[in-house]
């Protein structure tokens, strides 16, 4: 995980989650590369951390979507998005799996970087097109150096 999207979930997780305790599902948390941090490190052991992603590996708690077992408190994902055909139908999908909030970080400046694909990058309009069209509702939406962050809620 780059470091950005690092201090933008800090940030996501000491504004909105502070002294929750919340049950946290972690979309595409596998650990690709030469990454060494994980979203997990700021989760744990203060909240329920499941990792799940389409492969199995380093950080993988549940394979595939049909095998996540329970609505979560909160749905994250970051540096994922860009990977993900037709995100407008990944993102509605998102929403039967979270009951608070979710917290999406995607890249706006990052060259192609295929893994499997590399489909887009987002500005505020962007998520803020895509949170309307799956129902999420607008909590905060941001731009930083790299990246495009939106937080969402039921």
Known sequence: MHKSSMNEMR???DEYLSGMGAS???IGSRCVMEQKETFKQLF???FEYVGMD???GENVDIVGYMNIPKIFDVVISGSVMEHVKRPWDWLKSLTNYYKMY????APHTWKEHRFPIDTY???PDGMR???EY???KEVKIKMNKTDTVGIGAK
């Open 11 to 13: 940030l996501f997780r």
């Open 24 to 26: 946290i599902l972690d």
């Open 44 to 46: 744990e052991p203060n």
């Open 54 to 56: 389409i492969e199995p």
């Open 102 to 105: 979710i917290c999406i970080i």
């Open 121 to 123: 990058r987002y500005f």
């Open 129 to 131: 097109d895509l949170f």
């Open 134 to 136: 799956a129902g999420i």
